[in-house]
């Protein structure tokens, strides 16, 4: 198993969105993105954020919420979080 060290950003962020809205793990093949997975609507973004911020143990501002919509934009957000 590779320890979360060794996983890109983006996996993680994958794998936290998997977690934030019980998805297993077969079926992380599909396109993770507000509005096109199941449980990922409002109140699943709120989840979805909790567990991301969880993983990377960070804080989002409340003004780049809207802007965290699929995996690939919340993993450059975590990036830019992590080049500050």
Excluded at 43 to 70: A, I, N, Y
Aim: no cysteine; charged share 25%; net charge negative.
């Amino acid at each position: 198993m590779t320890n979360s060290s060794e996983k890109t950003i983006e996996q993680r962020v994958q794998d936290a969105v998997s977690r934030a809205l019980g998805i297993r793990a077969a079926d992380q093949t599909m396109t993770l993105r507000m509005g096109a997975t199941p449980g990922w609507d409002s109140m699943g973004h709120m989840m979805v954020v909790m567990e991301v911020e969880k993983e990377f143990q960070t804080s989002f501002p409340p003004f780049r919420l809207p802007e965290l919509t699929d995996v690939p934009s919340i993993a450059r957000a975590v990036q830019d979080l992590k080049l500050k």
